[in-house]
Nanobody, 120 residues
């Protein structure tokens, strides 16, 4: 299973971004997809997750600004982040695993990160 995250970039405070996670390989459609983020020297942080049926989970710190959706036909998951803040600056990673989890250790497959930089 391969995951490819994209859509990051350098933006200004208040802007929006839509990150994409394309999944390929021997991927089972029942996998849940999670988004995590990490900055150097900090712990990896859960952002959002979506089950194959569309149930979602969000971190409290972002739930008012983030929307996760998935296109099962295209094997792609999207993370919309609105009203970006400098503290959103991080490498964002998507991961695949069974169920709907907020814990990174439960995800079996990880993609390369996409960098988001938010300037004030």
């Amino acid at each position: 299973v391969q995951l490819q995250a994209s859509g990051g970039g350098s933006v200004q405070t208040g802007d929006s971004l839509r990150l994409s996670c394309a999944v390929s390989g021997r991927y089972h459609y029942t996998y849940g997809i999670g988004w995590f983020r990490q900055t150097p020297g900090k712990e990896r942080e859960f952002v959002a997750a979506i089950s194959w049926r569309g149930f979602t989970s969000y971190a409290d710190s972002v739930k008012d600004r983030v929307t996760i959706t998935r296109d099962n036909a295209a094997n792609t998951v999207f993370l919309q982040i609105d009203s970006l803040k400098p503290e959103d600056t991080a490498d964002y990673y998507c991961a695949a695993g069974a169920g709907l989890s907020t814990t990174g250790e439960t995800y079996r497959y990880w993609g390369q990160g996409t960098q988001v930089t938010v300037s004030s």
